[in-house]
């Protein structure tokens, strides 16, 4: 996925970050008809961010 532009389709398990919010999430349903996932805070605690816009999120380099 590139850099917030919503030009690439994201992946479940990916690990993103959104524009206006402070942490790390992983995809964890995508709705590819709506282009909305929901994602999982990764602080431990399972937290669910349901219907973010593929374009608010923001890869995590892997390397």
């Known amino acids: 996925m590139n850099t917030g532009t919503g ?27 709506m282009q909305t ?9 399972g937290h669910i961010t349901r219907n973010v816009p593929w374009t608010s999120l923001k890869s995590l380099d892997k390397k």
Request: glycine share 8%.
């Open 7 to 33: 030009a690439a389709n994201p992946k479940r398990g990916e690990h993103v970050r959104l524009e206006n919010q402070e942490g790390v999430f992983e995809i964890a349903e995508i709705n590819s008809l």
């Open 37 to 45: 996932a929901n994602l999982k805070l990764m602080d431990g605690q």
